[in-house]
């Protein structure tokens, strides 16, 4: 029987904060402070291989800034980012690697770039069955690819498929870049287009896809939206914005991951795993890899 090949790929960068965040990890004295988010992170992360997850990727923000800061001067920076939690980055993607996971820590690119090269990749190759792209974040949405990429919320046990990524934001995956575009997001630092909101953009964009298919003239819309003069009123004003917006919303499936599926396979710790699980104060993550077969 040909064995079942899922790819899981992980933000690291979100498992970090999140386990950073954790109000647990405030009451953990046996790892030292500085390595607490490491420790959790390293601790789900062989969670998931002790699952039955045997391909495995993570990708991480090594440095916050990346190409999308020259293009817009309010893209996310660091700045305010808790100095302890800065500090984690490079010991977790250190503590992964001796774990035997591929990590790919991100300069140029954000780690949602590596993370949808990877997606690419993996789902490029013939004996991949599934892709399972970790992380909430809804820009990952237009990886999804009907049941072959997948998106997990590893929190909640949510998947989104295709139809649940049209279920939640109102359009496929294919235009969520425009559709964030028009809305904005907060977290990544730009506004998107005064006047749009999720309910008319994706009404809109379920019906045209991209930006350059809406028509110019609200009179030409097939669809109704409420204020629609003003809106496109507002689009043809801010058209170039709205392209700016949604080449940085679009994530880089040319991001250098630099590995196959092959490379994606667990095979076990690095001889140095032992070393960190005792700097992580958990000698026990040590004896658990160890068991996996």
């Given at each position: 029987?040909?064995?079942?090949?899922?790819?899981?790929?992980?933000?690291?960068?979100?498992?970090?904060?999140?386990?950073?965040?954790?109000?647990?990890?405030?009451?953990?004295?046996?790892?030292?402070?500085?390595?607490?988010?490491?420790?959790?992170?390293?601790?789900?992360?062989?969670?998931?291989?002790?699952?039955?997850?045997?391909h495995v990727g993570v990708a991480t923000d090594h440095v916050i800034e990346s190409f999308r800061n020259?293009?817009?001067?309010?893209?996310?920076?660091?700045?305010?980012?808790?100095?302890?939690?800065?500090?984690?980055?490079?010991?977790?993607?250190?503590?992964?690697?001796?774990?035997?996971?591929?990590?790919?820590?991100?300069?140029?690119?954000?780690?949602?770039?590596?993370?949808?090269?990877?997606?690419?990749?993996?789902?490029?190759?013939?004996?991949?069955?599934?892709?399972?792209?970790?992380?909430?974040?809804?820009?990952?949405?237009?990886?999804?690819?009907?049941?072959?990429?997948?998106?997990?919320?590893?929190?909640?046990?949510?998947?989104?498929?295709?139809?649940?990524?049209?279920?939640?934001?109102?359009?496929?995956?294919?235009?969520?870049?425009?559709?964030?575009?028009?809305?904005?997001d907060s977290a990544d630092g730009y506004p998107g287009l005064p006047g749009w909101g999720a309910r008319?953009?994706a009404t809109v964009l379920a019906r045209y896809e991209h930006l350059e298919r809406i028509p110019k003239?609200?009179?030409?819309?097939?669809?109704?939206?409420?204020?629609?003069?003003?809106?496109?009123?507002?689009?043809?004003?801010?058209?170039?914005?709205?392209?700016?917006?949604?080449?940085?919303?679009?994530?880089?499936?040319?991001?250098?991951?630099?590995?196959?599926?092959?490379?994606?396979?667990?095979?076990?710790?690095?001889?140095?795993?032992?070393?960190?699980?005792?700097?992580?104060?958990?000698?026990?993550?040590?004896?658990?890899?160890?068991?996996?077969?």
């Open positions: 029987m040909v064995p079942v090949v899922i790819v899981h790929l992980v933000d690291g960068t979100f498992e970090l904060f999140r386990y950073f965040l954790s109000p647990a990890a405030a009451f953990d004295r046996s790892t030292p402070e500085a390595l607490r988010a490491v420790r959790g992170v390293v601790g789900s992360i062989l969670g998931m291989l002790e699952g039955g997850a045997t020259a293009l817009w001067p309010g893209y996310k920076t660091g700045e305010g980012m808790d100095p302890l939690l800065h500090a984690q980055f490079q010991p977790l993607e250190d503590a992964l690697s001796a774990l035997g996971v591929v990590v790919w820590p991100m300069v140029e690119f954000e780690a949602d770039d590596a993370l949808a090269a990877a997606a690419a990749m993996a789902a490029a190759d013939g004996r991949v069955d599934q892709v399972v792209v970790c992380t909430p974040d809804k820009d990952l949405a237009q990886c999804v690819r009907g049941d072959r990429i997948v998106q997990l919320d590893r929190r909640t046990r949510e998947v989104r498929n295709a139809s649940a990524v049209r279920q939640k934001f109102g359009v496929a995956p294919a235009s969520i870049p425009d559709w964030l575009a028009l809305v904005g008319s953009a003239l609200a009179m030409d819309w097939e669809v109704p939206v409420r204020g629609a003069l003003r809106l496109a009123t507002t689009l043809a004003e801010l058209h170039e914005r709205a392209l700016l917006f949604r080449e940085l919303a679009t994530l880089r499936a040319d991001a250098p991951v630099g590995a196959d599926v092959d490379a994606l396979r667990w095979r076990g710790p690095c001889a140095e795993f032992a070393a960190w699980a005792e700097r992580l104060g958990a000698p026990e993550l040590h004896a658990r890899a160890l068991r996996i077969r």
